[in-house]
């Protein structure tokens, strides 16, 4: 910091680091969460794209609408949705250091998901009992890859989850697992976002053809 | 030293404000509920026009998204020094481009796609 200031004059502006300056263990894992997330959106969009170029090729099989129960997966959507919204709880129990409520909320959260993965293997065995398979034509390709990769997602989701909640249980809210909890935060409100996009063109859109 | 303990207090606040207030929470669920039962609606009923659906189911799709990243993912401007925005920002860019040209190259191909076997292939 002294040889800084030796060279240079008092209010010149600066435009390079003047010297290192330190960074406090995790201050920068949020920014690199989120780079993840856009990497991981990337992904998606680009499986998005081959739904996109795919999802019409039926190869005489079966189309969206011998197959899709709109009912269903507005049950699927409504539990995402809910589980991002006790999440959201989880976090602001976290704020106010309440840990019993906020592992409540968890608990709550990871419930919701794993129904939400039963819908979908649910669906999913349904429609490979009916012959709808991957292999059936490029739509059910794409829609597999496409739907299977966000359920994936989910999986893993829950895998973490319970992971940070037992990491909670036994070492407490510290300033590791708060980041943790964060973290998993942004990876669960974007699969919800992810979910958006999956619902709208997948499902409804499917449904209009 | 100053820019130390800013940078710290900068990386405190931004871990503090992804929790949102309940109320942002509740907000951002509200409108959600409302932007996802709309489209599911009008596609049950089947009660409008297809094309029309689509363009509206759509738009839903883009505002909700919004509402997503405001009240859920607490997207500003100003976390991480505005950093956070512009990964945003460029991942939208690289998603329109892979997007819009895959769909508008592909559907050219098949537009234009000599028609060799069309004995045997129905679409």
Redesign the interface.
Known sequence: ?TIATGTIKAGEPVFYVVDE????E??ST??GF??YL?SD??IF??L???Y??LGA??A?GPAPKDLFD??L??VN??FL?LS??TY??A??S??QNRVGAMQGWLVVTGLFGLAFLGIELTEFAHMIHEGATPQRSAFLSSFFTLVGTHGLHVTFGLIWLVTLMVQVKRFGLIEAN??RL?CL??FW??L??IW??V???VY??G??R | MSSDVHAHADAHQSADDHAGTRQGQLIGFGLSVVLTAIPFLLVMSGSLDKQVTALIIMAFAAVQVVVHMVFFLHMNTKAEGGWTMMALIFTIIMVVIALSGSLWVMHHLTTNMMPVHEMGQTP
């Open positions: 910091m300056h330190d960074h406090p995790g201050s949020q920014l989120w780079i856009m959106c990337l969009a680009i998005f794209a081959v996109g170029v090729k039926y005489a709109l009912s997966v507005a959507t409504s949705l991002s919204l959201g709880f976090m602001l976290m704020q708060r980041r964060v935060s942004m409100h974007f919800d976002v958006i996009g619902f709208t063109f409804l859109m449904m209009l």
